[in-house]
Structures are given as C-alpha cells and as structure tokens.
C-alpha cells in the first residue's frame, strides 16, 4: 500500500522545515558553485565582448564540471543534453513508421541512471569516510581528564565526514603531575590532513611518555613530520601547553599557531605567541619556550583558524573581535558553558552558510572560589 503524501514528504524531508530546507539549498548550491569556479578565470580580457566572455565562461564551467566525471560518463552526459535539443524523430523502417515528437523523455532517464552511478560513488565513499571518522574519534578523547582545580571541555566539528584538526589533554606518563594539552591544525582538509593528524597523535603520545622536557619533544615532532613530508608541502599548526595544577603554571610552545587568549579574571588579555615555524617545514628549527600561569577565575582557549574564519553569507569572517568579545562575556561560566557560548555565538553569526574549515576549541579554566 503506497505511503500517505504526508508521510512520504517527512520521509523525503527528515521533518525539515521548508524554511530550513532552502537555507540549505542556498548553502549548497553556493558551495557547489564556489567548488567549479575555482577552475574558471573570470578576469575580463581586453576588447572583449559581453556575449563573447558569456560564452567562454559557460564552456568553463562545462568542462569543470564535465572533468569531474569518468569518460563513459561523460559520454552519458553528453548523449543525454543532445537528446535534450533534439526535436525528435520521424522515419520510416520498412512498413514501420516512427514518431517521436520530443527525446526529452529518454534525456531524462539518461540523467537519472547518471545520477544513480554517482550516488552509488557517493554512498560507497561515505560509509568509508563514517569508518574513517568513528577510527579518528577514537584517537582523541571523547571526556576531559580531572584536573584538581582546573576545568577543562573541548568540542571539534569537521567541514567534511573527517578533519585535520587535532586536541588532547593528557598527563605526562614520564612526569604523572604535569598535564600536556595540545591544538592543532594540519593544512588541508578531509583524508589526507586526516592521515596526517593520527602519525602526529601517535607520534605526540610516544614522544611524551619520554622524561624530555616539551621544547625537545617539540622538536622532535617537528624533525619527524619533515621526513615524512619533506619540502614543507603539508605544515600542521599546533600549540603545546604543559600544566603544572598545583602552581597553576605552565610553559608553552606555538609553532605557527593562531595565539591562543589567555582571559585573567581582571579581564586582562594575554595572547600566548612564543614558539616558532609550523611543523613540517624546516627540520633544524629551533623553537622558543614561553611560561605563564593561571589564577582562579583565569580561562585560557587554545582554538583553530576555522574559529575566527567562519564566514556568513555575506562572506564575513567571524574574526578575533567577536571571538574576544564572547570570551569577554563568559568569565563566570563553567568551562563546558563558556565553549558552548562561543560555539552558539558562531552558528548565529554564520547561519545557514556551509561550513568551509574544520573548527576546533579546547578551554581550560580555573574557576574562582564558590564559582
């Protein structure tokens, strides 16, 4: 028995509300055509005409799009849109008379087995990225370690199904009273940052099991990033902070990295920039190590540039201003509400608008007595 019209229409719309469905629509057709337009040059060339630079942007954009597809597909495609111009059909094969007033119908079932072998490619990448994505969940910690007065919460959101970006907090197996939280940022997105992120986890997690003081285990990162990539094609960003909890403080390294805001319950800000390169680019680096320490009612975010860089639709960038004034206004939120704050403050300002960079944020606080 077929479905009722309202059940297949919730069925075909997940319960979203039309408003929101052409919120999304927007977002995706700008993405989409953002994507192609990458390969067209849209310059005006000298003496040319309107209708001369229409027609060479059209075929641009057709072969941008048409390149993306397989040759046989292609060859569908290109079958499919002659049929759709054709006017149709009349012929006579011995006693037999054909007429087909219009081919538009067999365009259109053209079209649609295109789209199933597409969605096929799709469906079958995307349960790959899902195991991709549940294997790098289980790389980073999915709750904070206690830290005897400290709060600490963290959240990521990829652009795609995986991200380049990478946290952590954890305590030094070599050195149990220190606390080593870490940001950072691979150049890229999806599987090949991905891939790149867990060597570093993996990398971070044995360096740090060693007594070496951080600036060593830096550099040690460091060197080993540059000989799997050498030539400085990929660079990661991070931040690497070492907590002693009971002093409250703690030393640091920025290799590249956005500055990190360091909010002391005067409201002061602190941005924590010391350090060096990016790692991955010069093996023989020799990185700078700040210091500094936190008091009660002090917040420290560590965050990524797809904080900062969220755009709107008007392809305004959230910026440091927004985020330092949202920060401003969180000194007596716990550490979890602070974040979530920040992070609500960015999806008003972004709304509908397609996410274009992972984002990543790890706040560590030191709430005030009776806080």
Same mark, same amino acid.
């Given at each position: 028995m077929p479905a009722p019209p309202r059940t297949f229409w919730r069925r075909i719309t997940e319960g979203i509300e =039309?408003?929101? =469905?052409?919120?999304?629509f927007q977002a995706e057709a700008r993405y989409s055509y953002e994507w192609y337009s990458k390969e067209v040059d849209w310059e005006q060339r000298t003496g040319e005409r309107p209708a001369r630079r229409a027609l060479r942007l059209a075929r641009a954009l057709f072969w941008a799009m048409m390149e993306k597809l397989t040759p046989a597909r292609r060859i &569908?495609? &290109?079958?499919?849109?002659? &049929? &759709?111009v054709v006017p149709g059909i009349h012929s006579n094969i011995g006693d037999t008379r054909i007429d087909v007033d219009s081919l538009a119908g067999f365009s259109g079932l053209l079209l649609l087995l295109l789209l199933a072998l597409e969605l096929a490619d799709r469906v079958t990448m995307k #349960?790959?990225?899902? /195991?991709? #994505?549940? /294997?790098? +969940?289980? =790389?980073?910690?999915?709750?904070p370690p206690p830290v005897p007065g400290f709060e600490i919460a963290f959240s990521t959101r990829p652009a795609n199904t995986v991200a380049g970006d990478y946290y952590d907090a954890f305590f030094r197996p070599g050195d149990p009273g220190r606390l080593l939280l870490v940001v950072a940022d691979v150049a890229g997105k999806s599987i090949p940052a991905a891939m790149l992120m867990a060597t570093i986890q993996a990398s971070l997690r044995t360096l740090a099991a060693s007594p070496d003081p951080l600036i060593e285990v830096v550099g040690r990162l460091n060197r080993y990033v540059c000989a799997q990539i050498p030539g400085g094609r990929r660079f990661t960003t991070a931040f690497f902070a070492e907590l002693d909890p009971e002093s409250g403080e703690f030393i640091f390294v920025n290799a590249g990295h956005n500055w990190p805001v360091l909010r002391r319950a005067s409201g002061m800000v602190e941005r924590l920039e010391k350090g060096g390169l990016p790692l991955g680019i010069r093996p023989e680096t020799q990185y700078e190590i700040?210091?500094?320490?936190?008091?009660? +009612?002090?917040?420290l975010l560590i965050f990524t540039d797809g904080l900062v860089e969220a755009e709107n639709g008007k392809a305004e960038e959230y910026g440091e201003e927004r985020m330092l004034g949202t920060i401003g206004r969180s000194g007596a939120l716990s550490a979890g509400d602070a974040l979530r704050a920040l992070t609500e403050s960015v999806n008003a300002f972004v709304g509908a608008t397609r996410q274009h960079d992972d984002i990543t944020c790890l706040l560590l606080r030191a709430p005030a007595p009776g806080a």
């Open positions: =039309l408003q929101e =469905l052409w919120k999304q &569908l495609l &290109l079958i499919a849109l002659v &049929l &759709l #349960r790959d990225l899902e /195991i991709a #994505r549940e /294997i790098q +969940g289980w =790389l980073m910690p999915s709750a700040g210091s500094s320490s936190m008091a009660a +009612g002090d917040l």
